[in-house]
Structure formats: structure tokens, C-alpha cells
């Protein structure tokens, strides 16, 4: 008996290298995008055998994942001429994001703890209350629109939304949770910094699509007679990478003046530079702006609290003239001044031209709208001055 036991032993270890690679042959045969998928699977299933609390585990990969593009659509997939089919808007059909893999694991978890008593529901507050309502409101807009589908799926999506603000409220109930959830954003932060660095200095072109965009679609603008290189990251469109980089850097800012030792202050400043010189190659003005508010608000509260002290004042303006030097150097810094004073107004008054498409939705439609994410779809129907013609994607 103990000789088979032995065999065994012996025979777990070969079968589990075998299965492994197995699965990376595989999947490199299938192109370069599966094998980082099959890789960063395995990467995550080793964290969640070695880690403990494999609550946590989720918890950080769900705020890792929330920045990777990656995306699955289950009818399109394969169709690269779907984005014609459907006026380059989202498409009508269930799409799966990585980020939905470890929301899908916690949510395991989240029953069982619910079920062992472990956890309990989160108590309903007015914010849930409201939550209920705006979705119940939106639902209403299937009576009047022409993408029922649509509707349909975001409105499904919505409820994951939901969902996962009920998983956080439940188990971001220690501080550790709170490190865990900003550890995985200043890493993935890195990562971002990285890849940006790649696309704008030596155009690198990302080997699978993110954000539903191919080669990572480094955005173009031509101001004059100059073309400006805007960076998306692993996002796939340059606004929404500056969005993500806006908050994620707005947290790095804020654990800055948390109540830590100083050797983790500093580990934490590379990780917020690369991501204010990423915001800053995204050349996305709101991005720029979200982060400047961003910053003052952060400071002001940290100065009211008196957590920012004269050698951190000093240290960080440091830090800013010896980033503006290093974008001075780099030419960065006249492509900045092009995007914020070389444009003559003519991106203000197409933003008033779909701010008036969106007011023209509302007044024909104030309770129940036209549907969830469906502006794309529906805005031409609502264009008396055929913005829709120039700006296709808003």
C-alpha cells in the first residue's frame, strides 16, 4: 500500500506538468494572444493554490484586471468588420472582459460565505435604493428604442456593475483588503507605464486586440500641420486610458500621505510617475484636467489633515520640475502646448454640438432616456447639425 501511495505521489506531480504543458503548446499554436491568456491563468490559479485567503487573491485580481482590455464577444468573435455592422458602437450581444473571470470567482466565494454565515449581506441603503430605481427607470427605455438587444445586455451589465459594488462593500471590510486592492493597481499601473513608454517613443503595436481595438490602436490627432501619437495603453482608446490612469494615479497620490513608513512612500513614487507620463502621452485634455482637480483635492485634504509636511512640499516640486525637464527633452512638451493651445477652439464647439445631440435626447425623452449606452446608436436620429458625420465614436 505505502509503495502505491509512493507511485502516487510521484505520478500527481508529472500529470499536473504534462496537463501544463500541454495547455501552452496549445495555446501558442493558437497565436500569441492565448498564450498570455493561458499564461496569466496559470500565473493566477499558482497565486490562488499558494495565498491563504484566496478572497483576497480575487479581490486583486479583479482591481488588476480592470485596466486589460481584453475581451471576448461570443457571436462576432472572429468577424473583424462587426464594428461596421454595428455603427462602431457596442455591440448588440453578450461580450465577456477579463475582469469578469475573478468577479465570477469571488462571487463563488461571496456565496458560500452568505450560505456557511461566514459573511453577511451588506445592509441596503439609500445608495442601493437608488441604484434599484435607475435600472428599473432604464428598463422602460425597450418600449421606445430600436436596439432592443442592446438595451438588453448593457442593462445585464449594469447588474454585474451592481454586483460588484455588493462584493467590495462585504469583504473591503479590513485594511489589508484596502492594500491588497492598491498593490494590484500600482503594479498593473507599472505594466501600463511600460507598454505607453512602447507605443509613443518606438510605436509599438500590442500582438492581440484590447478594447476591442486591434494592435492596441494608437490614437492620431493633426494639429496644423503636426500629428500627435496618443497612447491607449492596454485599453484600447486613448480617453478611456487616460481616465483609468487619472484615478489610479489619484490613489498612488493618496497612499503617499497615508500614515506608512517612508521606505514605502518612496516605493511608491516610480509607480506614479510612470503613470502621470502615461496620462500625460494619452494627450486627453478631460484625463489632464480629472487629475489636476485630482491632485488639489488630494493635497488640500492632506494639508487640513496635516499629513503633508514641508519636505514633502518640497520633495514633490522637485520631482514635477525634474518631469518637466525630462518632457522638455523629449519633445513631449511642445506636443502638451500644441493640444492645449494649437486647436482654435474647433474641438469646443464640436463638444457643444453633442452636448446639444445629448440635451435633444433628453427633451424628447426625459424619464426613461433611449437606453443604456446607446448614444452611439441612437445620436444620429437626434442631429440637426450633422456632427454625427465628423465624430462617429464620441
Known amino acids: 500500500m505505502e509503495a502505491r501511495a509512493g507511485k502516487a505521489g510521484y505520478l500527481i506531480p508529472v500529470a499536473t ?16 494572444k492565448w498564450l498570455g491568456l493561458v499564461s496569466l491563468a496559470y500565473l493566477c490559479l499558482a497565486g490562488i493554490a499558494v495565498v491563504r485567503d484566496r478572497r483576497l487573491v480575487a479581490l486583486g485580481l479583479i482591481s488588476a484586471c480592470i485596466p486589460l482590455g481584453l475581451q471576448y464577444n461570443l457571436w462576432s468573435h472572429g468577424n473583424k468588420f462587426s464594428f461596421m455592422e454595428h455603427y462602431g458602437g457596442s455591440p448588440p450581444e453578450p461580450v465577456i472582459f477579463l475582469v469578469d473571470l475573478p468577479i465570477l470567482l469571488l462571487s463563488l466565494f461571496w456565496l458560500f460565505d452568505l450560505r ?34 442592446l438595451v438588453l445586455f448593457e442593462t445585464i451589465r449594469y447588474l454585474k456593475y451592481f454586483l460588484v459594488y455588493l462584493l467590495l462593500r462585504t469583504y473591503l471590510d479590513r ?18 507605464g511600460i507598454v505607453s513608454a512602447l507605443q509613443y517613443f518606438l510605436q509599438f503595436s500590442i500582438p492581440f486586440p484590447v478594447g476591442g481595438m486591434a494592435g492596441g ?33 489619484s490613489f498612488c497620490l493618496i497612499a503617499m500621505f497615508a500614515r506608512i513608513k517612508p521606505w514605502m512612500r518612496l516605493a511608491i513614487v516610480p509607480f506614479l510617475v510612470a503613470g502621470v507620463l502615461s496620462l500625460i502621452l494619452t494627450f486627453s485634455r478631460n484625463g489632464w484636467l480629472a487629475f489636476v482637480v485630482n491632485a488639489f483635492g488630494v493635497s488640500a485634504w492632506a494639508i487640513y489633515t496635516r499629513r ?10 522637485v ?39 445629448a440635451w435633444e435626447m433628453i427633451r424628447t425623452n426625459p424619464l426613461i432616456g433611449i437606453g443604456l449606452n446607446t448614444f452611439e446608436e441612437a445620436m444620429a436620429q437626434f442631429d440637426p447639425n450633422h456632427i454625427t458625420n465628423v465624430i462617429q465614436q464620441p
Not at 485594511?175 to 501600463?192: C, H, M, R, S
Not at 503633508?308 to 516640486?317: A, D, R, Y
Open 116 to 149: 456557511t454565515g461566514r459573511k453577511q449581506l451588506p445592509s441596503w441603503t439609500r445608495t442601493e435604493t437608488l441604484a434599484a430605481v435607475f435600472i428599473i427607470v432604464s428598463l422602460l427605455s425597450l418600449f421606445i428604442t430600436d436596439e432592443y438587444a
Open 175 to 192: 485594511p489589508l483588503a484596502f492594500w491588497v486592492v492598491l498593490g494590484a493597481q500600482i503594479g498593473v499601473l507599472a505594466i501600463q
Open 17 to 32: 506538468a504534462a496537463v501544463l504543458g500541454w495547455g501552452l503548446l496549445t495555446a501558442l499554436s493558437m497565436g500569441s
Open 217 to 249: 490602436a494608437v490614437g492620431v490627432d493633426i494639429i496644423g500641420n503636426e500629428m500627435i501619437l496618443r497612447v491607449s495603453g492596454l485599453l484600447g482608446h486613448c480617453n478611456t486610458f487616460s481616465a483609468y490612469l487619472s484615478l489610479a494615479c
Open 308 to 317: 503633508l509636511k514641508l519636505p514633502m512640499i518640497v520633495s514633490l516640486i
Open 319 to 357: 520631482l514635477c520640475l525634474v518631469m518637466v525637464g525630462v518632457l522638455g527633452a523629449s519633445g513631449v512638451l511642445h506636443t502638451v502646448s500644441l493640444r492645449l493651445f494649437g486647436t482654435e477652439g474647433k474641438e469646443m464647439e464640436s463638444r457643444w454640438d453633442l452636448a446639444l445631440v
